[in-house]
C-alpha cells in the first residue's frame, strides 16, 4: 500500500526507494527494473511481453536501463537475455502475465510486464526470492496489479519528460521569435516575449503581466478584436486580421494578429503580434503615387503559375488562358474604359483576344522584361493608338505568377513622326520629279544635240568630239534616271510594292558579285501608299546592308502571307554581327524600326556573327489600307514593334 501511494501521488518518486519498498514487502532477495532500449510495439513478441499471449521465451536485444536493490547491499551483476531464455506462468497468477524465469530447489525469479494504461510495454520488474512453489493465488495478483500501477507511473514520468522537453522548446522558440506573442487568459496577459516586452514600450514583462490585453487597444478596436478572436479560436485554419496596438507609451502601432488556443491550459490563448505599419504605410504611399501619376500601371495575376523552363509560347498562352486582371490605376483606366467600368478580375485572353499572342510572346523572349516597348493598338472604331509599354515578371520559386506593368500613350508622338517621314519622302518625291522634268530634259536635249553635231560633221574634225558628248549625256542621263528610281520609284505608285521589289532585286543583283534572289507566293501585294513605302524603303536599307558590310554571297528576299501577316523577310548567308543596344540604336537600323512603325508593323531582326542576318517585317491586316482583299479581315488586332533582337 506504501509503494502503491507513493507511485500514484507523485511523478517524481525515487525509484530506488520504490525498489527497496517492494523487496522488503516481497521478502526479495533483489528487485530492479528493466526498461527496453528500442521496441517496435506491433511485433508478435511484444504482444507476449503484453500480456495478449502466452509467453514462451523472452526477445533477445530488448534490455536497455537497469535500476537495482538487493538486500544485503552488495552490488547486483547487470541482467542479460541469456538468462530469460526459458518462462512459464506461475501457477498462482489468474491473470495469466506474471512469469517465472527460473525454477530451481532454492529460489524463483519472476518478471512482472510494466504496462502503461494503454498497455503498451515498456519493461519489466524482476524480484528473486525462496522457490515459487505454495504461492496463493492473491499473491499472483497483487503481482499483476502491482506491474500496473508500475506502467502507469512510468508512462506518467515519461509523460511528465515529455512535457517539461515540450515546454523547453516551445520557450527556446518563443524566446527568439522576431514577433511579439502573448499568453492571455480571461483577458489577463500571463506570458509576454521579449520582443513583446520591446514592442509595446513596456520596462519588463513583470509590468506588462500585470495588464490586460484589453489595455493596449483602443476602446473603439476592443469589439472587432474579440469578434476576430472567436472566429479564429473556432477555425482549424485561422487567418490574421489587422488591428491597431497602442503601445504604453501612447504610440499606436498597426498590426496582423493570430490568436490559437494554447494547449494545456483551459481557457489560455496564444497571440502573435507582427508590426505591420511600416508596409501599411509603404503600401499607402505607393497606392497615393500609383492613383495620382499620368502613367497607366496595371497588374495581371495567374490563377495557375506556370514554369520559366517552357517554352516562350507556351507560357504566353497560359498568360493569356490563365491571368486575370488584377488591379489597374485611374490612368489606366482613363486610357482603355474612359465610360465604362473597368473589368477587374477578367481573363486576359476575353480582353485581347487577337492582340495578347504577339505581346507576351515578345514579353517572354525578352527575359519577362520589358522596357519601353512600344505597341499599335487598331482600334474596332477610330485611329490608331501606339503606347509604349513596360513589364516585369513575378516568380515564386521559379515559377511565373504574376505581370506588372505600366503603359503611356505616344500616339501623337508616332504621328509627329510619320508626319516628319512623310515629308520626308514629299521632299524625295519633289526632287525626284525636279530630276526628271528639268536634268533628264536638259540631258536629252545635250545628247540630241550632240548626235546632231557628230551627223553634220561625219567625217571631218569635230565629229568624235560630238559622238562623246552624246554618250556622256547617255550615260548621265541612266544615272539620273537610276536616282529618280531610289527616290521614287515608279512600280510602287504604279503596279504595288511586289513589282517595286522584284525591281529592286534585279537592279541589286545585276550589281554583282552578291547574288539576289527574289521570292513571292504570287499572291501578295501592298497597295497602301504609305505603308508600301515604309516597306520598300525597309528593303532598300536591309539590302544596302548585306552588300556593304554582311560580304554575304546570297541574299534571298521574300514577300507573301503567313497566317494572316503579310511578310517581307530579307535574309542573307553573311558574316552576321553582334546585336547590342549600341547597335540597335544605329542609324540605319533604327530609321527600319521607325519605318515599321509607322505602319503598325513588327520588326525583328535576327543575326549573330557567322551565322547571316534575318530581316522580318509583319504588317497585321487591319494596317494595311488599300490592300486587295485575299485573306477573311478579323477586327481588333494588336501589333507590336520590337526594337532590333536576336
Not at 497602442?246 to 508590426?275: K, N
Not at 542621263?477 to 505608285?493: N, T
Request: with cysteine.
Amino acid at each position: 500500500m506504501g509503494v502503491s501511494r507513493l507511485l500514484v501521488s507523485s511523478t517524481g518518486a525515487d525509484l530506488h526507494q520504490v525498489l527497496e519498498l517492494l523487496g522488503q514487502a516481497l521478502e526479495a532477495r533483489c528487485a530492479y527494473f528493466t526498461f527496453v532500449a528500442e521496441l517496435d510495439l506491433h511485433t508478435p513478441e511484444t504482444a507476449i511481453l503484453q500480456g495478449k499471449t502466452a509467453p514462451t521465451a523472452l526477445p533477445s536485444g530488448l534490455l536497455g536501463e537497469t535500476v537495482s536493490w538487493t538486500h544485503d547491499g552488495a552490488p547486483m551483476e547487470p541482467l542479460s537475455t541469456d538468462i530469460l531464455a526459458t518462462v512459464s506462468l506461475i501457477d498462482s497468477d489468474p491473470t495469466g502475465r506474471v512469469c517465472l524465469i527460473e525454477r530451481d530447489d532454492d529460489s524463483a525469479t519472476f518478471a512482472v510486464p510494466l504496462l502503461t494504461e494503454d498497455s503498451q510495454f515498456v519493461g519489466y520488474f524482476g524480484f528473486e526470492r525462496e522457490r515459487a512453489a505454495g504461492l496463493s493465488e492473491s499473491y499472483g495478483r497483487v503481482l499483476s496489479i502491482l506491474g500496473d500501477v508500475l506502467g502507469s507511473h512510468l508512462s506518467r514520468l515519461a509523460a511528465e519528460e515529455a512535457r517539461q522537453q515540450t515546454e523547453e522548446r516551445w520557450q527556446r522558440l518563443v524566446d527568439r521569435h522576431p514577433d511579439a506573442i502573448l499568453v492571455t487568459v480571461g483577458g489577463a496577459i500571463m506570458f509576454a516575449n521579449d520582443t513583446a516586452v520591446r514592442f509595446l514600450g513596456a520596462p519588463d514583462a513583470e509590468t506588462l503581466c500585470s495588464l490586460s490585453f484589453r489595455d493596449v487597444l483602443s476602446a473603439d478596436d476592443e469589439e472587432a478584436v474579440s469578434e476576430g478572436q472567436a472566429i479564429q479560436l473556432a477555425d482549424e485554419s485561422p487567418r490574421p486580421f489587422e488591428h491597431v496596438i497602442i503601445r504604453l507609451d501612447g504610440d499606436e502601432r498597426i498590426v496582423e494578429s493570430l490568436s490559437v488556443p494554447f494547449p494545456g491550459v483551459p481557457g489560455a490563448i496564444q497571440t502573435v503580434l507582427r508590426d505591420v505599419t511600416e508596409r501599411k504605410e509603404n503600401e499607402e504611399r505607393y497606392r497615393t503615387f500609383v492613383e495620382t501619376i499620368s502613367e497607366g500601371v496595371w497588374r495581371i495575376d495567374l490563377d495557375e503559375p506556370i514554369s520559366r523552363d517552357v517554352s516562350a509560347r507556351a507560357q504566353a498562352e497560359h498568360i493569356l488562358a490563365k491571368g486575370r486582371l488584377a488591379e489597374l490605376n485611374p490612368a489606366m483606366a482613363r486610357l482603355f474604359w474612359p465610360h465604362a467600368i473597368a473589368p477587374i478580375g477578367a481573363f486576359i485572353g476575353t480582353l485581347m483576344v487577337y492582340q495578347g499572342m504577339p505581346l507576351f510572346r515578345t514579353f517572354v523572349d525578352a527575359g519577362h522584361r520589358l522596357h519601353n516597348h512600344e505597341v499599335a493598338f487598331q482600334q474596332s472604331k477610330g485611329p490608331t493608338r501606339y503606347f509604349s509599354v513596360n513589364a516585369v515578371g513575378q516568380f515564386d520559386r521559379g515559377e511565373l505568377c504574376g505581370v506588372w506593368g505600366s503603359c503611356t500613350e505616344i500616339t501623337d508622338r508616332v504621328e509627329m513622326e510619320r508626319s516628319m517621314v512623310a515629308a520626308l519622302e514629299d521632299q524625295q518625291e519633289r526632287i525626284g520629279r525636279d530630276l526628271h522634268d528639268s536634268v533628264g530634259q536638259l540631258l536629252t536635249g545635250v545628247r540630241m544635240l550632240s548626235d546632231s553635231l557628230a551627223t553634220r560633221y561625219d567625217g571631218r574634225e569635230g565629229a568624235d568630239t560630238a559622238a562623246r558628248v552624246g554618250v556622256y549625256a547617255a550615260e548621265a542621263l541612266d544615272r539620273v534616271r537610276a536616282i529618280c528610281r531610289g527616290l521614287v520609284p515608279p512600280q510602287l505608285y504604279n503596279e504595288g510594292a511586289a513589282t517595286a521589289l522584284a525591281e529592286l532585286v534585279t537592279h541589286v543583283d545585276a550589281l554583282g558579285p552578291t547574288r539576289c534572289v527574289y521570292r513571292h507566293d504570287g499572291r501578295a501585294d501592298l497597295h497602301a501608299p504609305d505603308a508600301a513605302l515604309q516597306l520598300y524603303r525597309i528593303a532598300q536599307e536591309a539590302l544596302s546592308n548585306a552588300l556593304k558590310h554582311a560580304q554575304a554571297e546570297t541574299v534571298w528576299v521574300y514577300f507573301g502571307y503567313d497566317d494572316d501577316d503579310l511578310v517581307m523577310e530579307i535574309e542573307d548567308d553573311g558574316r552576321g554581327f553582334v546585336l547590342d543596344a549600341q547597335r540597335a540604336r544605329s542609324i540605319g537600323l533604327y530609321s527600319m524600326m521607325r519605318r515599321a512603325h509607322s505602319t503598325g508593323a513588327s520588326l525583328v531582326i535576327e543575326t549573330r556573327p557567322g551565322a547571316g542576318t534575318t530581316v522580318r517585317v509583319s504588317i497585321p491586316r487591319a494596317f494595311r489600307r488599300y490592300e486587295r482583299p485575299v485573306l477573311v479581315d478579323k477586327p481588333n488586332p494588336l501589333t507590336h514593334l520590337s526594337e532590333p533582337s536576336r
